[in-house]
C-alpha cells in the first residue's frame, strides 16, 4: 500500500484502497461525475479517500440494470442447484479475501481490524452459505382437502429489491439482506451509508468475481437525502429493506406505504442487560462488558442498560467501573486492541454530550466520559473513553435514548418484577439479556420480556434460522431464514382439480 494517506499500516496489509468510490451498475464501476464526499479514517481523522454521490439519474441506472436482469438474465428462473453453486462461490471468494476486506472496514470504521475479521467479514460470508443450505431445503405447501381438488402454494420472487444498510457493521449487515434478496431469486440496488464504503464496494466487485450475473447486485453510494430518498421513492423498486435509526426508518416506510411497498425495518434498540444475584457473576461481568464496549459501542443490540439486582450492585458496578477504565483504546489495526475509536466527529460529540447530560440529570459518572487522549498519529482521532453512568432514574435521557456508542448506564431493582418493569420501560424492544442460574426466574422474563429476542446467560448469539428483529419502535417485520424467505417472495396458490370437474353450463336455452 503505497498511498501516503494512510498513517498507520500494519505489515501484511498491503491492500490497495480506492481513490475514488463509484458506484457499480451492470456490473461495472461508473466513472465518476457527482458530488465528491471524503472517506475519513477514523483513527486519525485523516481522509483516505473519496465517495462519489449518485444522484437520482444514477440511481434510476441502477435500478433500471436491476429490472433488466430480474427480466431476462435468467437469475430469477435459476435452478435451486445452480443459484446455490454461485451462493456457496461467493461465499469462498469472500472468505479467501477476509482480509482484504476487514482492512478496507476498519479503514472507514474504526472497528478492532480483529473483530472484523475474525466475526463480520466471516459472517458475511456465512450469510451466503446460510441462504445456500436454506433454498436447498424450502417447501412449498399442498391443500388436499377439499374434495376433487388440490391446491398447491408456490414462491416466487418479488422483483427488484432496495437494501439500504447502516454505517456500525457494514458488511456484515448488507451482505445478509444480499445474500436473503438473491437466493430467493430477486435482484438488487444496494445502498450503504456514505460514511462507509470502502469494504462493500470491494465486496459487490467480488460478487461478480465470483460470477455472478451482471446487474442482479447493483451497488449506489451517497447521502441518505440524496442517493436513499432517490432509491426508496423510485417506482420500479418493489421492496425495501432498511436497518438504521427509527426516525429514519419511519420516513422510509411512510413513503413506502404511499406506493404499497413492502418493507422490513430494522431499528435502533436500548437492551436491557438484567444481572440477578442467583447470576453466574463473573460470566455476567465479561458478558456486560463484552455487550456495551464490543465493536466500539456502536451495536444495536449493545446491552445499554445495565439493571443490577440491588444487593450485588455495588460489587458488580464497582467491578464493571475499573474493568471499563482498563480497556486497552488504539490503533484498531493492531490486534491487541480493545476499544477502537467512533465512526465520525459528529458521532463522538453526539455521545460525550450524553455524558454532559448524564451529569445534568444527576447521574453518577463512574468511568470515563472524555476523548481518550491519543499520540502521534491516533491523535486527532475519534476516541472516547469507555464510559458508565449510575443513573437516577430509568426514565432519564442516558436511559431512554439510543446513544451508540461505549457508553453503559446502570440501574438498580430490589425484585424481579421491578426488574422487568424497567427492562420494558422503553420505546424499543430489539433485544434483552438475562443472567440468572435460577430457572424459574429465566422462564419468567423468558415471558414477561418486551422484545423480539432474549438471551439468557450468554452475550449476544445470532442464530441465522430463527427470526431476528424487533418489537415496538425498534422494527418492523424479521430477517432469518424463514422470516426472509416470507419478505423476499410472492407467494401463489395454484389449484387443480384432480379430475375432470362438473361445470354449470350456461347459455343452452
Ligand atoms: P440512519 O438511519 O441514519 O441511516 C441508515 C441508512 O439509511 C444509511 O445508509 C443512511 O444513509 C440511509 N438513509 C438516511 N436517510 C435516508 C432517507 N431519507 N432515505 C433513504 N435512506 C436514508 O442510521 P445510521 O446509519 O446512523 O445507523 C445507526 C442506526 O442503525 C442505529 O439506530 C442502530 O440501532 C440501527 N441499527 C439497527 C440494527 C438492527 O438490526 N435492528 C443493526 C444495526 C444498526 P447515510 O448514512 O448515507 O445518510
Redesign the pocket.
Known amino acids: 500500500m503505497d498511498d501516503p494517506r494512510i498513517p498507520v499500516p500494519q505489515p501484511g496489509q498491503g491492500f490497495p484502497v480506492p481513490e475514488t468510490v463509484t458506484s457499480i451498475i451492470d456490473g461495472q464501476p461508473v466513472p465518476a461525475r457527482g458530488k465528491r464526499i471524503p472517506v475519513f479514517y477514523p483513527a486519525t481523522g485523516r481522509p483516505v479517500s473519496t465517495l462519489i454521490e449518485a444522484d437520482a439519474a444514477e440511481v434510476d441506472a441502477a435500478v433500471a440494470s436491476a429490472r433488466r436482469a430480474f427480466q431476462s438474465s435468467g437469475w430469477a428462473q435459476l435452478s435451486t442447484e445452480k443459484r446455490q453453486q454461485q451462493l456457496l462461490a461467493i461465499h469462498d471468494t469472500i472468505l479467501a479475501h477476509a482480509d482484504e476486506l476487514a482492512f478496507l472496514e476498519c479503514l472507514n470504521l474504526g472497528v478492532v481490524m480483529r473483530e472484523l475479521r475474525e466475526r463480520q467479514i466471516r459472517r458475511a460470508a456465512y450469510n451466503f452459505r446460510f441462504f445456500a443450505e436454506f433454498i436447498g431445503q424450502a417447501k412449498g405447501d399442498v391443500y388436499d382437502q377439499m374434495a376433487g381438488y388440490r391446491s398447491i402454494v408456490v414462491r416466487e420472487p418479488v422483483g427488484v429489491a432496495a437494501l439500504?444498510?447502516?454505517?456500525?457493521?457494514p458488511t456484515a449487515?448488507a451482505s445478509m439482506k444480499v445474500a436473503a434478496a438473491i437466493a430467493f431469486g430477486n435482484t438488487c440496488v444496494l445502498?450503504?451509508?456514505?460514511?462507509t464504503p470502502l469494504a462493500i464496494h470491494r465486496f459487490v466487485a467480488l460478487l461478480h468475481e465470483a460470477g455472478l450475473p451482471p446487474g442482479v447486485v447493483n451497488l449506489v453510494n451517497?447521502?441518505?437525502?440524496i442517493?436513499?430518498?432517490a432509491?426508496?421513492a423510485h417506482r420500479d423498486v418493489d421492496l425495501i429493506s432498511?436497518?438504521?435509526?427509527?426516525?429514519?426508518?419511519r420516513?422510509?416506510m411512510a413513503s413506502a406505504g404511499r406506493r404499497l411497498k413492502p418493507c422490513t425495518m430494522?431499528?435502533?434498540?436500548k437492551s436491557a442487560n438484567i444481572i440477578f444475584a442467583s447470576a453466574d457473576i463473573e460470566r455476567a461481568l465479561d458478558a456486560a462488558l463484552v455487550g456495551i464496549y464490543s465493536n466500539n459501542g456502536?451495536?444495536?443490540?449493545a446491552g445499554s442498560r445495565i439493571l443490577v439486582e440491588r444487593r450485588i450492585a455495588d460489587d458488580f458496578i464497582g467491578r464493571f467501573a475499573e474493568r471499563a477504565r482498563r480497556i486497552r483504546i488504539g490503533d484498531p489495526m493492531d490486534d491487541a486492541t480493545e476499544l477502537g475509536p467512533l465512526a465520525s466527529a459528529a458521532h463522538r460529540k453526539r455521545v460525550l454530550d450524553f455524558a454532559e447530560t448524564a451529569r445534568t440529570e444527576g447521574g453518577r459518572l463512574i468511568a470515563g466520559g472524555a476523548p481518550a487522549r491519543m499520540t502521534g498519529d491516533l491523535a486527532e482521532g475519534f476516541f472516547v473513553e469507555p464510559t458508565a453512568v449510575v443513573a437516577q432514574s430509568s426514565r432519564s435521557r442516558v436511559c431512554q435514548d439510543?446513544i451508540?456508542g461505549p457508553f453503559a448506564t446502570f440501574l438498580t431493582f430490589d425484585s424481579y418484577e421491578q426488574a422487568i418493569e424497567i427492562a420494558n420501560d422503553t420505546t424499543f424492544g430489539?433485544v434483552s439479556y438475562v443472567w440468572s442460574d435460577h430457572l424459574p426466574t429465566v422462564e419468567r422474563a423468558g415471558r414477561d420480556l418486551r422484545s423480539g429476542v432474549v438471551w439468557v446467560n450468554t452475550p449476544m448469539v445470532r442464530e441465522l434460522r430463527a427470526p431476528?428483529?424487533?418489537y415496538k419502535d425498534?422494527?418492523v417485520g424479521r430477517?432469518g431464514g424463514e422470516a426472509c424467505q416470507h419478505f423476499y417472495t410472492e407467494v401463489k396458490t395454484i389449484t387443480v382439480p384432480t379430475g375432470p370437474v362438473a361445470v354449470r353450463r350456461l347459455g343452452l336455452g
Do not use: D, M, R
Open positions: 439500504i444498510a447502516p454505517w456500525n457493521a449487515l445502498k450503504p451509508s456514505e460514511q451517497g447521502h441518505g437525502g442517493t436513499g430518498e432509491l426508496v432498511f436497518t438504521g435509526g427509527t426516525e429514519t426508518g420516513h422510509i430494522e431499528l435502533g434498540g456502536q451495536q444495536c443490540l439510543e451508540f430489539l431476528f428483529g424487533g425498534s422494527g430477517e
